[in-house]
C-alpha cells in the first residue's frame, strides 16, 4: 500500500470502544473509552471524532482494520459487522486483526496471552494453535496493550495484510448461553 494510505482501526472485544487512525505509519488520532456495555451505539460517533480530529472524512479511508478477538462476544460482533458494513459502502477493504496478532505487532515472536474468564488466559504460541490455561501459567507472555494502543496496532497489521476475504470473529469456545428449556409457542396458521 502507499505509505500515505489511510488506514483505520477499531476494537470493540472488551469493555472498550478504541479507534485509531495512520498514515502510513505515523498516527494521527486515537480515541478510547471503557465501557462495559454500549459500543454499538459510541463506536460509529467515536470513529467520526478520530477522523475530524485528524481532518479527514470517510470517502478518504484506503482500509479498515477491525479487532477480531478473542474477547467478549458482543463486543466482537459489533466490530466485525461495522467493519464490514464499513467495507461495503466506502468500497474499500476490510481486515480482521486477532488480538494475538496486534500483541505480536511489535514481536512477531512473542508468546502472546488474552484474559479469559475465571482466572485464565488464551495462551497463543507463533505458529500454534491458542490454549486455555491458567493465568499463573502465562509467565512472560505479553497481553493486549491499552485499547487506544491496540486500535493503533490493528490499523498497522490491518495496512501491512494481504487479506481478501472479510473479517469474521475468532471464537476459541463455545457460547456460554444455552437454547430455553420451554417447548416453542405453537403457531397458528387459520387467522
Known sequence: MPSEALVLGFD????HCAAALLSGERLLAA???????????RLIPLIEEVLA???HGWTELSRIGCGTGPGNF?????????ARGLALSLGIPAVGVTTFEAIRLADPDALAAVPAPRGQVYLARPGAAPELVAAEDA?????PPPPAEMARAIAAVA???????PPAPLYLRAADAAPPRDAPPEIIDDL
Open 12 to 15: 470493540t472485544s472488551a469493555a
Open 31 to 41: 480515541r478510547a473509552e471503557e465501557m462495559g456495555r454500549g459500543q454499538a451505539e
Open 53 to 55: 480530529e485528524a481532518g
Open 74 to 82: 458482543t463486543g466482537i460482533r459489533i466490530s466485525v459487522a461495522a
Open 139 to 143: 509467565g512472560d507472555a505479553r497481553f
Open 159 to 165: 495496512a501491512r495484510s494481504t487479506a481478501d476475504t
